[in-house]
């Protein structure tokens, strides 16, 4: 993965013997950051420590050497100065689909090995490759999680760009499909430690008024990759199509998003005298929601609050009121809406700073074009 920015900063600069050495990689460094800890001398480019490990699985791609500790032969010095990180990338890189995600340092595995599978040993995106074959429909066979059976069963899955609609349906041969998802509402994430396996995705979508979720699989990463990628292509389309005057750069960072924090925390009821009792959290930023599980791999959401804005009265302050205490956690924070106080308890004081944080970022986002095609969700629709 050329495009990262994780590694270690704090480590003294390296000391070379010969001074062109040291210039050489000096210079091609300043291309990706300062003092790079790794790099990639088959390929030509410095690499962050998250990518160094991912680059190592893949001998015949790419071979990593440390920037500080290992011995470096001229000729691989010399190698690297004919290319560094901003030729390689625009070689490999010419044409990258908008939609197509280029993950980051803080990504799960899979999406950074197909993506360096993508780019390297496919070469999918450069200029004198393959033509790019146009995203559109898509069918096949993925594992998803039952409802309320917890088990993961084949399901058929067709995707309809144009018509906006993804389907699945019980049984391969089934006509009528099980549901019938718009793309308008849908949201993709990889959530590989929550569903249990390293290709694990989580789709959402508005359903009766709640937030439908679904936890599939695929044993094979190219496989489930391609088909989040496939979303992400259909959901821009519509994206284009319901906001023609925005320019595609601000479109982008709206086609799926992650969650910005997840995680266990007790609530109480809105009189406050109810027992605390624990809930699976889940802050989703772009819709600035709260939402909230009995378990993290529920179907649909127990309720949510809804976080606009400063000035229409929401707050989050880092405190109980007064009187009230929770049942195991006593860490506590209080979300204020102009209809109700929801009082939360943290596992910890490092889980409070983390989720004041977050909450206080949202609040001060400003709307996003999406919540112009609708009124906020109403907050906490549901006391559970």
Same mark, same amino acid.
């Given at each position: 993965?050329?495009?990262?920015?994780?590694?270690?900063?704090? &480590?003294?600069?390296?000391?070379?013997?010969?001074?062109?050495?040291?210039?050489?990689?000096?210079?091609?460094?300043?291309?990706?950051?300062?003092?790079?800890?790794?790099?990639?001398?088959?390929?030509?480019?410095?690499? *962050?420590?998250?990518?160094?490990?991912?680059?190592?699985?893949?001998?015949?791609?790419?071979?990593?050497?440390?920037?500080?500790?290992?011995?470096?032969?001229?000729?691989?010095?010399?190698? &690297?100065?004919?290319?560094?990180?901003?030729?390689?990338?625009?070689?490999?890189?010419?044409?990258?689909?908008?939609?197509?995600?280029?993950?980051?340092?803080?990504?799960?595995?899979?999406?950074?090995?197909?993506? /360096?599978?993508?780019?390297?040993?496919?070469?999918?995106? &450069?200029?004198?490759?393959?033509?790019?074959?146009?995203?559109?429909?898509?069918?096949?066979?993925?594992?998803?999680?039952?409802?309320?059976?917890?088990?993961?069963?084949?399901?058929?899955?067709?995707?309809?760009?144009?018509?906006?609609?993804?389907?699945?349906?019980?049984?391969?041969?089934?006509?009528?499909?099980?549901?019938? /998802?718009?793309?308008?509402?849908?949201?993709?994430?990889?959530?590989?430690?929550?569903?249990?396996? %390293?290709?694990?995705?989580?789709?959402?979508?508005?359903?009766?008024?709640?937030?439908?979720?679904?936890?599939?699989?695929?044993?094979?990463?190219?496989?489930?990759?391609?088909?989040?990628?496939?979303?992400?292509?259909?959901?821009?389309?519509?994206?284009? &199509?319901?906001?023609?005057?925005?320019?595609?750069?601000?479109?982008? %960072?709206? /086609?799926?998003?992650?969650?910005?924090?997840?995680?266990?925390?007790?609530?109480?009821?809105?009189?406050?005298?109810?027992?605390?009792?624990?809930?699976?959290?889940?802050?989703? %930023?772009?819709?600035?929601?709260?939402?909230?599980?009995?378990?993290?791999?529920?179907?649909?959401?127990?309720?949510?609050?809804?976080?606009?804005?400063?000035?229409?009265?929401?707050?989050?302050?880092?405190?109980?009121?007064?009187?009230?205490?929770?049942?195991?956690?006593?860490?506590?924070?209080?979300?204020?809406? %102009?209809?109700?106080?929801?009082?939360?308890?943290?596992?910890?004081?490092?889980?409070?700073?983390?989720?004041?944080? *977050?909450?206080?970022?949202?609040?001060?986002?400003?709307?996003?074009?999406?919540?112009?095609?609708?009124?906020?969700?109403?907050?906490?629709?549901?006391?559970?």
């Amino acid at each position: 993965m050329v495009r990262s920015g994780g590694g270690c900063g704090t &480590m003294p600069p390296v000391q070379w013997n010969n001074s062109d050495r040291g210039e050489v990689f000096q210079k091609l460094s300043k291309e990706k950051r300062a003092d790079p800890d790794w790099a990639s001398y088959k390929l030509g480019i410095f690499i *962050c420590l998250h990518c160094s490990g991912v680059h190592r699985n893949f001998p015949e791609i790419s071979k990593v050497k440390s920037v500080r500790l290992d011995f470096w032969d001229d000729s691989i010095v010399e190698f &690297m100065s004919h290319n560094g990180n901003l030729r390689v990338k625009a070689k490999f890189e010419a044409r990258v689909p908008a939609f197509y995600y280029i993950p980051q340092a803080s990504d799960c595995s899979v999406l950074k090995e197909q993506w /360096i599978r993508a780019k390297y040993e496919r070469q999918e995106f &450069m200029a004198d490759g393959k033509p790019l074959s146009p995203q559109g429909n898509r069918e096949g066979i993925l594992w998803k999680r039952g409802r309320d059976n917890a088990q993961y069963l084949r399901r058929r899955f067709v995707l309809l760009a144009r018509e906006g609609l993804l389907k699945y349906y019980t049984k391969e041969q089934d006509k009528s499909p099980k549901a019938v /998802i718009s793309i308008k509402d849908l949201n993709a994430t990889f959530q590989t430690e929550k569903i249990g396996h %390293p290709h694990g995705l989580q789709i959402t979508y508005g359903r009766e008024s709640h937030t439908r979720n679904l936890f599939l699989y695929h044993e094979s990463g190219k496989e489930i990759v391609d088909w989040f990628n496939a979303l992400r292509a259909a959901r821009l389309q519509y994206l284009k &199509m319901a906001f023609p005057d925005l320019p595609e750069a601000e479109l982008v %960072p709206l /086609i799926t998003r992650n969650y910005l924090k997840q995680g266990f925390m007790e609530k109480t009821g809105p009189k406050q005298r109810e027992p605390f009792k624990k809930r699976w959290f889940s802050l989703d %930023p772009q819709e600035r929601r709260l939402l909230y599980y009995k378990n993290p791999l529920d179907a649909f959401e127990q309720g949510q609050v809804f976080l606009g804005s400063k000035e229409q009265g929401y707050e989050v302050l880092e405190e109980l009121p007064k009187g009230v205490r929770g049942n195991r956690w006593k860490a506590g924070l209080t979300v204020v809406t %102009p209809r109700r106080r929801f009082v939360l308890t943290c596992p910890s004081e490092k889980e409070q700073r983390e989720w004041l944080e *977050c909450l206080r970022d949202v609040l001060s986002r400003p709307l996003t074009p999406l919540h112009l095609l609708g009124a906020p969700i109403e907050s906490g629709r549901s006391n559970r």
